[in-house]
C-alpha cells in the first residue's frame, strides 16, 4: 500500500489525515459483497445471536427487499445507506462516511479552493441545527450579513438538521454564479438570504504595523501555503521595523496541522516538542520543531470560542513554550484528530483515530485552552467579525502589554 498524500488538516471542525487508496476497510466491503449477494428467500426472520453479525443481518434484509419490496432497487444508494447509517451509530460528529461524489469536493474544501457562498460550520447538537462558526471575509456570505452563530433551517427551502451537515455543506455548494436560497434562525428572528456562488480563495492572510512597532498578522484557516504566506507577510512588517507581533486567530477554525506546526516553527527553538498526538493504545507520536527559528520577539495570541484545533495547537504549543502570551475567550475545544480513509471505489470514511495534547500534555478536546488574560468584547459589538479597532478591547490589551 503506498502512501500518496499525508497530511493533517481540519475544516469545519475536523481534524483529517488524507491517505490514498486504504484498503483495509472490511465492514464496508463485506457490506458491499452481502448486498450484492442474496441468500435466504424465506417470508420470516427470527434474529439469533448468530446472526448479530451486522453484514449478516444485512444480508437477510436484502433478502426480503429482494423478495416483495414493490419498487426499484438502487444497490449503489442501498450500500452507501447502510454504511452511513452504520458509521453514525458511533456517535461521533467528526466520524463521517464520505461518498465518491463528495470526495473531491471534500478534498477541494481541506486545501481552500471551492465554489460556494463562505460558510465555516459546525453542528449544533442541542438545536439539533447546522450553525454558522464564521462566513468567509468577503465572501457572499459575509457580504450579505450571515453572522456567527446563526442556524441554518434550510437550503432552497429544503429543511436540514445537525445531522444532515454533509448533505446539507453539498446543497450550498454548486456552480459558479448560480443562486442558493438560505433560511437563517437568528435568536427567535427568521431570516431569508438569496446568495450567489462564486470561486471562493479561503483564508488570505493579511497583516499590518500598529501603533509602538507592533506587528499584526491575521488568517481564518490554516489552508495549503498558509505557513509560507504567514512567513512572507512576517517579513514584511519585519522590513518595516516591527518590535513585536500579535497573532489574531479568532474565529480561526482551524485546517491543516502541519501548516500550524511550520509556522510554529518559525518561533520555537529547533528539537521543541511541538504537539504529542495519542492513539487509542496510548501510543504516542511526537511532532518537534526542525529548526532554527526566525522569529525572535514578544507574541500576543488573540483566541476567541471559535478558535479551534490547529488554532488551539499554534496557541497551546506557543503559550506552552513560553513564546507567547494568549488574550481573549477560552478556546473552542477540538483537540481529536481523524484520518480520511479512501477506498478502492474513491469513497471515503473520515473517523476518529487520535487525540492531541499541547507540549505541557495538556488535554484540549471538549476543554479549550484559558488565555493568559481573559478579556471581553463590550457588550455593544454584535459581529465579532467586524469589530472596529477602537472597540476591539481583546486587541487594545495586547497593544497595551506590548507596549
Known sequence: ????????????????VIVAFVSFLITSIGMYQYFTNSGNTGKYFIMSSKDSDIASQISKYKSIIDKYYLG?????????GAIKG?????????TEYISKEDMQDFLDDTTGNFVGVGIYMVKDSEKN???VLSPIKDSPAEKAGILPGDLIVSVDDVQYTADDMSILANKIKGEANTTVKLEILRGTETKIFELKR?????????GKKLENDIGYISFSSFDEGTAEDFKNKYQELEKQG?????????????????????????IVDKDSVLLYEVDKNNNEEVEKAKNNPIINMPIIILTNKNTASSSEIL???????????????????????QQLLTLPDGSGLKITSQKYLTPNKTEINKIGIEPDEKVDLPATVTNILRVEEKDDTQ?????????
Open 1 to 16: 500500500m503506498e502512501e500518496k498524500k499525508r497530511f493533517k488538516v481540519y475544516k469545519i471542525i475536523m481534524l483529517i
Open 72 to 80: 426499484e432497487v438502487n444497490e449503489e444508494k442501498l450500500k452507501e
Open 86 to 94: 452504520y458509521i453514525e451509530g458511533l456517535d461521533d460528529p467528526y
Open 129 to 131: 441545527k447546522v450553525m
Open 198 to 206: 462564486e470561486n471562493i480563495k479561503v483564508n488570505p492572510v493579511e
Open 315 to 337: 496557541a497551546g504549543a506557543l503559550k506552552d513554550l513560553g513564546k507567547a502570551k494568549t488574550v481573549g475567550d477560552k478556546t473552542y475545544g477540538k483537540g481529536v484528530i
Open 395 to 403: 486587541l487594545q490589551k495586547a497593544i497595551e502589554m506590548l507596549k
Open 242 to 266: 516591527i518590535k513585536s507581533l500579535i497573532i489574531d486567530l479568532r474565529n480561526n477554525g482551524g485546517g491543516i496541522v502541519d501548516e500550524a506546526l511550520k509556522i510554529a516553527d518559525y
